[in-house]
């Protein structure tokens, strides 16, 4: 539900300025309201802050709802009136000096706040509601926890405000969100205060994304990545690292996401880049932080007696994920300094994950079997990958893909810093994967890859596009096997009846059997049936998402193949514009997971790993360049 406020002639001001109206000529709500082609905005009526606001980055005066709720209730009375411009709060016991004073002029919001005494000095918060728009705030975070300016609000699926300071060179934000029982974040502006008497921030509209060669700025069908590519970018309010969302888990089996699209990432503003964001998250990591997907974590805001969310074993994908987004960082950054203060840390990650199996397999293998029938149905571990409601297990083809990926990295890594013996140990082991990559996970009988093989030799292959899609993205397959796998895919993939691209991708074409089917609750697509038909579509069983479509999209690219690329991104594209993968639904679920008709079946409501996707633009342009 949305809790926009519209501001009403009926609506009473403490003590509106008489002289005010007069000298506009105009009612109430058209002084305390402005909109330009990038800023909608109302202006709190009651006292400093805003009641309403909206921004379109690309400037084409297209609004959505405002995500901006009710703060709460100052226990002051102000006086608002409209003087040259500016709305003007001032204490009702003190109507001639302003505490605070706002405005808003084509793409720049203002607020400026004015110490008066102590008693006067009140900090201005904006809240937001995240099933309208999933608030972010992007910086450095200060030894106090807060976030320096200057610093990034975005605002998923409208655009991004750069906030600067001026009267304070020290100014921070305090920065918080919550999930349960209400959702909220909310951003906070520090009042002016004895030592700053006076303090202005300017917040400016942005559109940050990377430029396209050959993407004219026009062209409507790229709307959507210009508008979202910095949505897969969440601060977490209270952990301080990139996570699901700024109120949900963080994960670090998915930090690779983020680094990938922060090395292409412009500028967020002036001393802050998304690589920088990286590396603050990888030093929380290498610092000892626990993240879902690593043994001791317990959910964000879970009650205190919760137990370990995810169980005894870190997740395959964990520390190639970690490894990669190290690599994104350095290379992109050009920071030999931070690898060579840090290797020691990466290199505990390359050999925890290196460590030799007893069957003498190159392959990462998860303690998990993985077999059809042993996963209980009380949940008590989860299995090998991100993919935590699918029975992967011992040998994991997405895991082992990654890690490959992972490790030629670290020999880079390993190279840079004058390590040759664990550069050619690394490369050693990459190249040994590759090897045993395609007898391992290839299924003869369907021509593509299964998605992992249990301990007892079985390889349970549900037809998975994206495990298929990195194997081909990567390397891992190449020519003539390559192209066939993903041809079977397609194939595939039509006629099961899959058509709808607006919806993003299924994670798997056929129905995961209850006995590969590790959460058996209705809810999240475990099924009654032996076959899996009754859970299918939902949730990870079949459920379509954005999440990992990228890789589908980035093979067949990779592969030449621009038109069938091309009618999964440019739907997508235009989902992402309207905002297709987040908010709620009318049954009370969320739109990150769908069924294939596009019934809801989410619940993070605003989950990063659908604006991965986007990345498959820059694999488009890079095919584009190579064509003749």
């Given at each position: 539900?949305?809790c926009?406020?519209?501001?009403?002639?009926?609506?009473?001001?403490?003590?509106?300025?008489?002289?005010?109206?007069?000298?506009?000529?105009?009612?109430?709500?058209?002084?305390?309201?402005?909109?330009?082609?990038?800023?909608?905005?109302?202006?709190?009526?009651?006292?400093?802050?805003?009641?309403?606001?909206?921004?379109?980055?690309?400037?084409?005066?297209?609004?959505?709802?405002?995500?901006?709720?009710?703060?709460?209730?100052?226990?002051?009375?102000?006086?608002?009136?409209?003087?040259?411009?500016?709305?003007?709060?001032?204490?009702?016991?003190?109507?001639?000096?302003?505490?605070?004073e706002?405005?808003?002029?084509?793409?720049?919001?203002?607020?400026?706040?004015?110490?008066?005494?102590?008693?006067?000095?009140?900090?201005?918060?904006?809240?937001?509601?995240?099933?309208?728009?999933?608030?972010?705030?992007?910086?450095?975070?200060?030894?106090?926890?807060?976030?320096?300016?200057?610093?990034?609000?975005?605002?998923?699926?409208m655009?991004?405000?750069r906030?600067?300071?001026?009267?304070?060179?020290?100014?921070?934000?305090?920065?918080?969100?919550?999930?349960?029982?209400?959702?909220?974040?909310?951003?906070?502006?520090?009042?002016?205060?004895?030592?700053?008497?006076?303090?202005?921030?300017?917040?400016?509209?942005?559109?940050?994304?990377?430029?396209?060669p050959?993407?004219?700025?026009?062209?409507?069908?790229?709307?959507?990545?210009?508008?979202?590519?910095?949505?897969?970018?969440?601060?977490?309010?209270?952990?301080?690292?990139?996570?699901?969302?700024?109120?949900?888990?963080?994960?670090?089996?998915?930090?690779?996401?983020?680094?990938?699209?922060?090395?292409?990432?412009?500028?967020?503003?002036?001393?802050?880049?998304?690589?920088?964001?990286?590396?603050?998250?990888?030093?929380?990591?290498?610092?000892?932080?626990?993240?879902?997907g690593?043994?001791?974590?317990?959910?964000?805001?879970?009650?205190?007696?919760?137990?370990?969310?995810?169980?005894?074993?870190?997740?395959?994908?964990?520390?190639?994920?970690?490894?990669i987004?190290?690599?994104?960082?350095?290379?992109?950054?050009?920071?030999?300094?931070?690898?060579?203060?840090?290797?020691?840390?990466?290199?505990?990650?390359?050999?925890?994950?290196?460590?030799?199996?007893?069957?003498?397999?190159?392959?990462?293998?998860?303690?998990?079997?993985?077999?059809?029938?042993?996963?209980?149905?009380?949940?008590?571990?989860?299995?090998?990958?991100?993919?935590?409601?699918?029975?992967?297990?011992?040998?994991?083809?997405?895991?082992?893909?990654?890690?490959?990926?992972?490790?030629?990295s670290?020999?880079a890594?390993?190279?840079?810093?004058?390590?040759?013996?664990?550069?050619?140990?690394?490369?050693?082991?990459?190249?040994?994967?590759?090897?045993?990559?395609?007898?391992?996970?290839?299924?003869?009988?369907?021509?593509?890859?299964?998605?992992?093989?249990?301990?007892?030799?079985?390889?349970?292959?549900?037809?998975?596009?994206?495990?298929?899609?990195?194997?081909?993205?990567y390397?891992?397959?190449?020519?003539?096997?390559?192209?066939?796998?993903m041809?079977?895919?397609?194939?595939k993939?039509?006629?099961?009846?899959?058509?709808?691209?607006?919806?993003?991708?299924?994670?798997?074409?056929?129905?995961?059997?209850?006995?590969?089917?590790?959460?058996?609750?209705?809810?999240?697509?475990?099924?009654?049936?032996?076959?899996?038909?009754?859970?299918?579509?939902?949730?990870?069983?079949g459920g379509?998402?954005?999440?990992?479509?990228?890789?589908?999209?980035?093979?067949?690219?990779?592969?030449?193949?621009?038109?069938?690329?091309?009618?999964?991104?440019?739907?997508?594209?235009?989902?992402?514009?309207?905002?297709?993968?987040?908010?709620?639904?009318?049954?009370?679920?969320?739109?990150?997971?769908?069924?294939?008709?596009?019934?809801?079946?989410?619940?993070?409501?605003?989950?990063?790993?659908?604006?991965?996707?986007?990345?498959?633009?820059?694999?488009?342009?890079?095919?584009m360049?190579?064509?003749?």
């Open positions: 539900m949305s926009r406020i519209t501001l009403r002639a009926s609506l009473t001001l403490v003590a509106l300025s008489a002289a005010a109206l007069a000298h506009a000529q105009s009612p109430a709500p058209n002084l305390l309201a402005n909109e330009t082609p990038s800023i909608r905005v109302a202006f709190d009526a009651r006292q400093p802050g805003l009641s309403a606001l909206s921004v379109d980055s690309l400037q084409h005066s297209s609004f959505r709802a405002s995500p901006i709720v009710d703060a709460g209730r100052s226990p002051d009375q102000y006086t608002v009136s409209v003087r040259d411009g500016w709305i003007s709060y001032a204490l009702s016991t003190d109507p001639g000096h302003p505490v605070w706002m405005r808003c002029d084509a793409n720049t919001l203002r607020m400026r706040s004015f110490f008066r005494s102590s008693a006067a000095s009140r900090d201005l918060t904006l809240k937001f509601d995240p099933n309208v728009a999933h608030a972010t705030l992007l910086g450095h975070v200060t030894p106090k926890g807060d976030v320096a300016l200057p610093a990034v609000l975005h605002l998923p699926g655009g991004s405000l906030i600067f300071a001026a009267g304070d060179s020290a100014a921070a934000l305090h920065y918080d969100a919550r999930r349960d029982p209400v959702a909220f974040v909310t951003v906070t502006f520090p009042a002016a205060t004895a030592a700053h008497r006076s303090l202005d921030y300017t917040l400016e509209t942005a559109a940050i994304y990377p430029a396209i050959g993407m004219l700025a026009n062209d409507a069908r790229f709307d959507g990545f210009r508008r979202d590519f910095l949505d897969v970018f969440q601060q977490h309010a209270e952990l301080h690292v990139l996570a699901n969302h700024a109120a949900s888990d963080p994960c670090a089996f998915t930090v690779y996401e983020y680094a990938d699209m922060a090395r292409y990432t412009p500028e967020l503003v002036k001393g802050l880049t998304a690589l920088d964001l990286v590396r603050d998250t990888l030093d929380r990591y290498l610092g000892g932080f626990l993240a879902y690593m043994p001791g974590y317990k959910m964000f805001d879970a009650p205190a007696a919760s137990s370990d969310s995810t169980g005894p074993y870190v997740f395959l994908d964990v520390y190639p994920s970690l490894l987004s190290a690599y994104d960082y350095v290379d992109g950054a050009h920071d030999e300094h931070w690898l060579r203060q840090n290797y020691k840390g990466l290199r505990k990650w390359a050999d925890s994950m290196t460590v030799g199996n007893a069957d003498g397999s190159p392959l990462l293998e998860y303690p998990v079997s993985g077999n059809s029938g042993t996963w209980p149905e009380k949940i008590a571990v989860r299995p090998s990958n991100w993919w935590d409601t699918i029975g992967f297990g011992h040998q994991d083809a997405y895991a082992n893909a990654l890690a490959y990926r992972a490790l030629r670290m020999a890594l390993a190279d840079r810093v004058g390590e040759t013996a664990d550069a050619k140990k690394y490369r050693q082991r990459a190249q040994q994967i590759h090897e045993a990559y395609a007898p391992a996970f290839l299924d003869p009988s369907a021509g593509v890859l299964a998605g992992w093989r249990s301990a007892d030799g079985q390889r349970h292959n549900y037809y998975f596009p994206f495990v298929n899609g990195i194997a081909v993205r390397g891992l397959i190449n020519g003539e096997q390559a192209r066939q796998a041809d079977k895919i397609l194939l993939m039509d006629s099961v009846g899959y058509r709808n691209f607006t919806l993003g991708l299924p994670g798997n074409l056929v129905p995961i059997r209850r006995a590969d089917y590790v959460d058996l609750d209705p809810r999240f697509g475990g099924p009654v049936k032996e076959d899996g038909s009754d859970g299918f579509e939902k949730y990870e069983n379509a998402t954005a999440c990992f479509a990228y890789f589908t999209m980035a093979a067949l690219y990779q592969l030449g193949e621009k038109d069938q690329a091309d009618k999964m991104l440019m739907p997508m594209l235009e989902a992402f514009e309207r905002q297709g993968f987040s908010g709620r639904a009318a049954n009370g679920l969320t739109n990150d997971w769908k069924d294939w008709q596009g019934g809801a079946h989410g619940y993070e409501g605003f989950l990063v790993d659908n604006y991965y996707a986007l990345l498959a633009v820059l694999d488009r342009a890079s095919m360049e190579k064509m003749p």
